[in-house]
């Protein structure tokens, strides 16, 4: 059994929410649904890791990747957000390397954050795994985007970031080590990065070293993030070069974001 194995976090960015005018980077053909969904399937195979976190999937989208994952060995699990959101979270597992003791599907419960006082419908979706002999616990997530200037009480990043760690991470008390990624929709100075860095929880990268994850309105920015606890670990991949001009999506990416990749191992002696 290999001591080492790696994860990638991933938004392919949902069909539902493409507009041309928000993307003036990138040339029209990039955006059409169609040739995406074909070169994202073929991105989660380049990337040949042994745990795909994947956000912003349709149900549609999943099973593309499904159909091409599967014969090299993955299995997925989808997790459709909530209250008619058009999309959710999705996890592929090297089979041969990683095995599914179950899936939770978590319903954020902020309801009281919205005027009309319905959840936003975002979710975790979070996997108790057998890796490398230890139990590993992992918290896919997409965190509900706050304007820079809302007060800490009406943040629903941060309202969902405690309900993780709050809630999420009690779901399964076996788990020896933990995992938190995806699309934190926040920079790292925000509040719900620093509630995540208060549990223990650190970045495997960071935009002064690494780069930016997305380009959105040509704003360059890292809000993607893979964070790990004290039991493992974590060697981070290069990023794909991201500035102010890049075409997110365009050529050899076909999201407005770029994948987050990590090699993982076990801390001896640390649970």
């Known amino acids: 059994m290999r001591k080492m194995f790696t994860l990638v976090s991933y938004n392919v960015l949902a069909a539902a929410y493409v507009r ?15 040739q995406r969904l074909l070169s994202l399937a073929e991105k989660l195979v380049e990337l040949n890791a042994d745990i795909l976190c994947l956000q912003e999937v349709e149900q549609n989208s999943f099973g593309v990747f499904e159909q091409r994952l599967a014969p090299l060995g993955y299995v997925g699990e989808f997790a459709m957000k909530a209250n008619g959101r058009p999309d959710g979270c999705a996890i592929f597992l090297r089979r041969a390397e990683v095995k599914c003791a179950r899936m939770v599907r978590q319903v954020f419960a902020d309801a009281h954050l919205t005027r009309a006082r319905h959840p936003s419908g975002h979710i975790a ?15 896919n997530i997409h965190l ?37 990624c995806g699309d934190f929709n926040a920079a790292k100075d925000s509040d719900p990065l620093r509630a995540f860095e208060l549990a223990g929880f650190k970045p495997s990268h960071s935009a002064e070293r690494h780069g930016a994850t997305c380009n959105a309105n040509r704003r360059a920015r890292m809000i993607d993030f893979v964070l790990h606890d004290a039991a493992l670990r974590v060697t981070p991949q290069p990023l794909a070069g991201v500035d102010d001009e890049t075409a997110l999506p365009g050529p050899g990416q076909p999201s407005d974001h770029v994948p987050v990749g990590v090699a993982i191992e076990w801390v001896a002696g640390v649970s």
Request: hydrophobic letters at 40%; glycine letters at 8%; aromatic letters at 10%.
């Open 144 to 180: 509900k985007w706050d304007p820079p200037d809302k007060r800490r009480e009406e943040q629903f990043g941060l309202f969902q970031a405690n309900q993780i760690l709050e809630h999420g991470m009690t779901l399964a008390p076996e788990c020896e080590g933990w995992i938190i």
């Open 125 to 139: 979706q979070i996997a108790v795994l057998r890796v490398a002999g230890r139990m590993l616990g992992v918290a």
């Open 20 to 34: 041309p005018e928000w993307y003036p980077c990138s040339p029209p053909h990039f955006l059409l649904p169609e």
